[in-house]
C-alpha cells in the first residue's frame, strides 16, 4: 500500500512481505525488500538488468556514502478514509549506477545469463546482491564528484 513504492507478492510469506510497510521507508528494512533480505529470498531478472533490479534501492538504503541524504516528499493517501496530501521524509535515491553495480556483480559472482525467447534472465540470492552492492556504493560513490 506504500503511495510511492508498492510491491506485490505471492505464496506463503506474501503477507509477510507487503504487510506494515513503513512510510518513510519505501525501500528500506521494513519494506517488502529488507524483509526478501531477511528470508534470504531470490530475484529473477527477466527481461530486464539490474537497471531494473528492485532490490538494488535496498542496498541503497543500507550502504553509507558521503552524499547520501533524505528528502522530504508527498503523496495523495487516504487518512481515516478521507483523502490527504501527506508528506513524509524517504531516502533520495540515484539510480545512475545500477548498471555498472549490477554488471560488477554479475562478474564477480559469475551470474549466468541465460534466456527465454529473446528475454535476458538473471536468477540468484538477494541477499547476494545486496551485500555487494552496499560495499560497492560505500567504496565508489562520490568519488567522481
Excluded: C
Aim: aromatic share 12%.
Amino acid at each position: 500500500a506504500h503511495p510511492a513504492f508498492s510491491l506485490a507478492a505471492h505464496g506463503p510469506n506474501a503477507e509477510f512481505l507487503v504487510s506494515d510497510h513503513a512510510l518513510e521507508e519505501d525501500s528500506g528494512h521494513r519494506s517488502p525488500l529488507g524483509k526478501l533480505y531477511e528470508l534470504d529470498g531470490y530475484v529473477l531478472l527477466l527481461g530486464v538488468d539490474h537497471w531494473n533490479n528492485t532490490s538494488l534501492p535496498y542496498a541503497e538504503f543500507r550502504a553509507d556514502y558521503p552524499a547520501k541524504s533524505n528528502l522530504i516528499t508527498g503523496s495523495a493517501m487516504l487518512v481515516d478514509g478521507r483523502r490527504q496530501w501527506v508528506t513524509y521524509k524517504t531516502l533520495d535515491t540515484n539510480p545512475d549506477d545500477f548498471g555498472e553495480i549490477g554488471q560488477a556483480f554479475d562478474e564477480m559472482h559469475s551470474i549466468e545469463v541465460k534466456r527465454i525467447g529473446h528475454a535476458e534472465v538473471r536468477f540468484f540470492k538477494q541477499r547476494q546482491v545486496v551485500d555487494f552492492a552496499t560495499a560497492w556504493m560505500a567504496q565508489h560513490r562520490d568519488l567522481t564528484g
